[in-house]
């Protein structure tokens, strides 16, 4: 038995697999302690932004995350850990942040209510305008601070004494580079369908275009591809994990066309004519002019932030307003500039006199946010300039898109499902194992089984690691299908093999004789399954190429491996 062993040891099939088993562990690269609880977005325009934390790259590996491990030196285990200490930090506080990647230091904000009295106040405020000056023969563009006197609302900023969320979006550190489905790690899946169809080019450009619109809110950790069904139907799959169903609905069933006219003629649209558009709290926020305001039973609080338009669109604005009359005692001209989203007007601004027929680069946009209460108002108003901003700096999407089909998924159920396949792949294997040993009687064929279907899945899981494949309810149903699969093979090798001790045909002849059998079985598998990964919209696309690696690594890889075994421990 000892001289079988080493024979088993050195020979090259054997070598091979334990090769790539060390490279499946590699990849895999699990971390059975991961301190602290990893990053998944920081917020635009949060006190976590301006302390110079990144938002995490979607491309990097699991484990390689940052992960915070102290709060003002006390130390992060866990999400729970964060919430409560997080949740009791004051307005105006100093945080020091410890992470695995650096140390950071932010300052808490305090919610902030503006609140406007029945009166008015003269407010002098500054305003950056566009200038044309003729310098040896050509007129060049020259931005110029102006000063100008205002009759506003006054307004009072009242303390809430509450503290605004820092912006830090975290989860359970991750202990391996194997990267988790929606259906086990939470969040929302989308189906939507494009209103018209398109061509692989225009499809790819939908697909970036909606990539950078949700980077650019603030969430990374997400997934889209593109799918269709049988039947040839265009579909755009979105995964994101930790976002809610409001926010996909926003900003994936509009198509975010944004214009700005003046009378009915448009002088400048989102994405195209949009050089910059501020974030910064200095320059974004809500209105300090406007503030809050009744209205009935609602609320009403207004935004604003700053934009940079091109030359060209700037050029299209002064030619829109050289004709106008004034109005209001000469301070406004005759028409406002309309702000429209998705073919509806949301806002509109009248026009300074001084703008007239000035090509001015520098905009302000504003717009408004209801609620029952002001802290609602806020928050409405602050979501819908986001909203805006993201527009502005995108562009529209090319195409109208309709939702099919949304889901929402609790991270809860996706543990509690993947600990149970767990205990239920073990016991699989267990079982497996006693049913052959009782069939055969024989330890050297039951034992080397089921020390090759777990070698299977190692490799499985390593390939998935590597590739960046993301392991849902679909792909680990594929796993569990690849092994009984596997299995089903090697007892047609255990079975030829131990048939053929009898009959005169040699160990080559048998083995020919059950690769023949299994290489039927694999190619009808792989011709069934091929039409699944089109099939339902590509929603069952991860159990039919986890199938077909699973079934591809056990033909080319370990089922050769299991034959020479089975060679070495059963010939005489």
């Not at 285990?77 to 992470?99: H, R």
């Not at 979105?238 to 994936?252: K, T």
Request: proline share 3%; aromatic share 6%; with cysteine.
């Amino acid at each position: 038995m000892k001289y079988k062993a080493k024979k088993i040891i050195k020979n090259a099939r054997v070598i091979i697999l334990l090769v790539l088993l060390a490279l499946a562990v590699v990849a895999i690269n699990p971390r059975p302690v991961a301190d602290g609880i990893a990053i998944r977005s920081i917020l635009t325009n949060s006190a976590a932004a301006e302390a110079d934390l990144q938002q995490p790259s979607p491309t990097k590996s699991p484990v390689n995350r940052e992960r915070i491990l102290e709060i003002n030196n006390r130390p992060i285990t866990s999400v729970e850990d964060y919430y409560d200490y997080v949740n009791t930090l004051k307005p105006n506080q100093s945080v020091q942040i410890k992470s695995n990647k650096g140390l950071y230091r932010l300052t808490t904000r305090e919610v902030i209510e503006i609140i406007e009295l029945n009166e008015t106040e003269t407010k002098t405020i500054e305003e950056v305008v566009t200038i044309n000056e003729t310098v040896n023969g050509s007129i060049i563009q020259k931005n110029k601070t102006v000063i100008k006197t205002i009759e506003a609302p006054k307004t009072i900023e009242v303390q809430t004494g509450i503290t605004e969320d820092i912006g830090i979006r975290i989860f359970k550190a991750p202990k391996t580079n194997i990267r988790k489905g929606l259906d086990l790690q939470g969040g929302t899946r989308v189906l939507l369908q494009p209103e018209v169809p398109l061509s692989p080019q225009d499809l790819q450009t939908l697909i970036d275009n909606m990539n950078e619109r949700l980077n650019v809110y603030g969430l990374s950790d997400l997934i889209i591809r593109d799918a269709s069904d049988l039947t040839g139907n265009q579909y755009i799959l979105v995964e994101i994990a930790g976002a809610n169903e409001e926010e996909i609905r926003e900003l994936l069933a509009k198509q975010g066309k944004f214009e700005a006219k003046i009378a009915n003629k448009t002088v400048f649209i989102g994405g195209k004519d949009i050089v910059f558009v501020c974030r910064a709290a200095d320059c974004a926020g809500i209105d300090p002019n406007a503030g809050c305001t009744q209205s009935g039973r609602d609320n009403v609080c207004r935004f604003r932030f700053s934009i940079t338009i091109t030359p060209e669109a700037a050029q299209r604005q002064a030619d829109a307003t050289r004709t106008l009359s004034l109005v209001d005692d000469g301070r406004y001209l005759s028409e406002p500039i309309e702000l429209h989203l998705d073919d509806t007007k949301v806002d509109e601004l009248n026009i300074g006199a001084d703008l007239q027929g000035s090509a001015t680069t520098e905009i302000q946009i504003s717009g408004s946010g209801i609620g029952l209460s002001q802290q609602e108002a806020i928050i409405n108003a602050l979501n819908n300039m986001k909203r805006l901003q993201t527009v502005l700096i995108t562009g529209s999407l090319p195409v109208k898109l309709d939702i099919v089909k949304i889901d929402a998924i609790s991270p809860l159920l996706g543990e509690e499902f993947l600990k149970n396949a767990f205990i239920a792949g073990l016991f699989a294997l267990i079982s497996v194992g006693i049913v052959v040993f009782i069939r055969y009687r024989k330890l050297v064929v039951a034992v080397p089984m089921v020390i090759i279907s777990i070698s299977e899945v190692m490799l499985l899981l390593g390939l998935a690691a590597l590739i960046g494949w993301n392991i849902d309810l679909a792909a680990v149903a594929g796993i569990i299908i690849a092994v009984g699969t596997g299995i089903d093979h090697q007892i047609v090798i255990t079975d030829e093999t131990l048939r053929g001790q009898q009959a005169i045909y040699n160990w080559r002849e048998r083995i020919k004789r059950a690769f023949f059998i299994i290489m039927a079985s694999y190619f009808t598998v792989l011709v069934a399954l091929i039409p699944l990964i089109f099939a339902g919209a590509g929603l069952l696309k991860g159990f039919a190429i986890t199938t077909i690696f699973g079934a591809s690594i056990g033909v080319f890889i370990s089922r050769p491996v299991f034959a020479r075994v089975i060679e070495i421990l059963l010939k005489d």
